[in-house]
């Protein structure tokens, strides 16, 4: 099993910045490729980016690109998701998630196994 915790959210204005954290223990945590979700009010859950734990190798959703950064500290076992320029329709509990296998690509909540609790991020106007 791989336990997921996600901390770092919090209420922001808009045109700032904020990162989370998500730390990965477990017996089946193994340098897995992480990713991050988010849902806002009355919406489904999105994806937001991921990263490939042994290459770096990063993918974002469109709304996001050149925005936010998902990064991961290996010693620490933590993926980040540092966010710039937030909006208020960035608004939602963003969600840490963690694949059991590895795949060519990462943009769906099936590509992943694992789930965190979620973090509320609010961003005001």
């Known amino acids: 099993q791989v336990q997921l915790v996600e901390s770092g959210g919090g209420l922001v204005q808009a045109g700032n910045s904020l990162r989370l954290s998500c730390a990965a223990s477990g017996r089946s945590f193994s340098r897995n490729d992480m990713g991050w979700f988010r849902q806002a009010p009355g919406k489904e859950r999105e994806f937001v980016a991921a990263?490939?734990?042994?290459?770096?190798?990063?993918f974002y959703a469109d709304s996001v690109k050149g925005r936010f950064a998902i990064s991961r500290d290996s010693a620490k076992n933590t993926a980040y998701l540092q966010m710039g320029s937030l909006k208020p329709e960035d608004t939602a509990v963003y969600y840490c998630?963690?694949?059991?296998?590895?795949?060519?690509?990462?943009?769906?909540?099936?590509?992943?196994?694992?789930w965190g609790q979620g973090t509320q991020v609010t961003v005001s106007s």
């Open positions: 990263i490939r734990w042994n290459t770096g190798t990063t």
């Open positions: 998630a963690a694949a059991l296998y590895y795949r060519s690509g990462y943009s769906n909540e099936a590509d992943f196994d694992y």
